[in-house]
């Protein structure tokens, strides 16, 4: 019997880096994390990588003689093929940083390279709320809305290193669309990530007549106001807060509706702070998936919630180390 | 040096089905076309469907004997994995019709089955407009609006065989969109069908007030305007025809966008009638496309017009039998 493989996944964030070893059954050890500090410029980020990597292995009792690759995830703008960090807004000041093959010559081992949200929908994939799927979709909703997409064992990268971006989807017209961080207009983030709810949030408590704990909240808190406090209230059965939390399911779904008319998957995860409302809200998504998607499809795929949490980036980042050795 | 093997692909639709003899270079033998009569019911159309493949094996001066494999591509309803048409709009009355496991037995040869349009787009990347690239997305522009996806030599069927239905794309919110034919609201093929171009035009016409041949047209040949009178008009200089393209161009180039976003591929093929307008027309679309695209990927990627026309989903059928000879 073949021994299992043991791999390094890394995924690095704008504020912390994380990793652990995962082996090739999908077992998890304890993982690490350690800030990222990006404004330290690149060579700093790159001996954090390596010391982040270090930690790992020290933290599930093995030497790196035991690790037979590496894979690391990072936030675009990148070249996935190339292995390259080019231009990410969340890694400022870092440029054109040959992430794979640093770590590569630094710990002489195969190293993989994969975009966060992508490692993140793999991750789901091989041990989580994707797993034994054929296909699959995530969608990851914080501060913005990222993407994955895996067919079998193949992350559909793009040929641009953009595949998955289904933040960017439209779900309005260019023309009258809410405007996105990107510069155009209609897209999916502008309306469903964690910053664009409780945008619309304020617009719907400035135009809302009857009673609602949100403007009670709002005037008290301006500051604070989050998506959970308004995914709160939803519960709690303020009728504001649900029709903001209504709409978001909506515009998740026809994100949802666009994955099913080009990819036909067969099961779509939603990830990310704001699903951790549970079960009502993944109901919210499903039903409106059912009613706006091509029927057939429609009414057979899948709407799951992720299951990984903040591990799910290092665990498809190993997941990528281990498709080097296959 | 291994002898090159014959393909016979069969592309079956409403009205006529088409074969012909491919060999394993793409080299394509003179074509065959039969009447499809649906209305004879589906064992009529199982033996038309044998005869059509017996012609096209005799027009390349072949017998049986010389063919590998078999492929046939069919409009949808289906169940491509199952070989199954399920209840085909265009094919009524069949139901539930085994044709791979049909062809299979009546010739004794491997069979392949696909999506027509799928199929369709497989025969551009394999011999026409999307040879040699990574990664292919084909919109064709017919009475509805189809699609296919391909990556490499994989195409993407989906778990529902709804993979690339890319008509169903919604560009406009589902409350407010034009009305498809699929019964939902805001799909591409509702903005950017043949069909939908000349009401389009015909609801452009009723508000346009500057001078248009097109209402002189409307006005002498009611039931004639076709999206070709339509882009002739727009050729010589007419307003109002060249407003209707240009919305058409852009409706298509949001549909593009929307695969950018999902599978970021390195081609974007557009094929079926309204293509035949040529370069001026093929200029438009992919000027929108740079417009309202992601930057990254929009800038790079290519938009191209289909080179096989009406054969393309034959040839497809063909590439798809021999994929099961690798």
Known sequence: MAAVLNFVGLDVGGTTMKAAVVDGNGTVSPSVSLRT????????????????????????????????AIGVATPGLMDIRAGLILDPPNLKPWKNVPVRDRIAALFGKPTAFQNDANAAAFGEKWTGAGRGAQSMVMFT?????????????????????????????????????RLCGCGARGCLEAYASATA??????????????????????????????????FDLAASGDDCAAKIV?????????????????????????????????????????????????????????????????????????????????
């Open 37 to 68: 500090n990006p404004e330290r410029g690149q060579e700093a980020g790159l001996e954090t990588m390596g010391e982040t990597i270090r930690q790992a292995v020290a933290a599930a009792g093995l030497t790196l003689a035991d690790i037979a």
């Open 246 to 326: 209504d709409d978001t399911a909506y515009y998740l779904a026809l994100g949802a509706c666009a994955t099913i008319a080009t990819v036909d998957p067969e099961v779509i995860v939603f990830g990310g702070g704001m699903t951790d409302a549970g079960e009502w809200f993944r109901t919210k998504i499903d039903a409106d998936v059912r009613r706006y998607a091509l029927p057939f499809p429609g009414n057979s795929v899948r709407i799951v919630f992720a299951e990984l949490g903040s591990d799910a980036g290092f665990i498809g980042a190993a997941a990528c180390a281990k498709l080097l050795m296959t």
């Open 141 to 177: 909703l914080g501060t913005g809305v990222g993407g994955g997409i895996i067919f079998g064992d193949t992350v559909i990268e793009g040929t641009h290193s953009h595949g998955g971006e289904l933040g960017h989807l439209r779900i309005d017209l260019p023309d009258r669309g």
């Open 197 to 230: 709810v409780t945008r619309r949030a304020r617009e719907e408590m400035a135009s809302w007549r009857g009673p609602t704990k949100l403007k009670e909240f709002y005037a008290a808190n301006d500051d604070e106001l989050t998506a959970k406090v308004i």
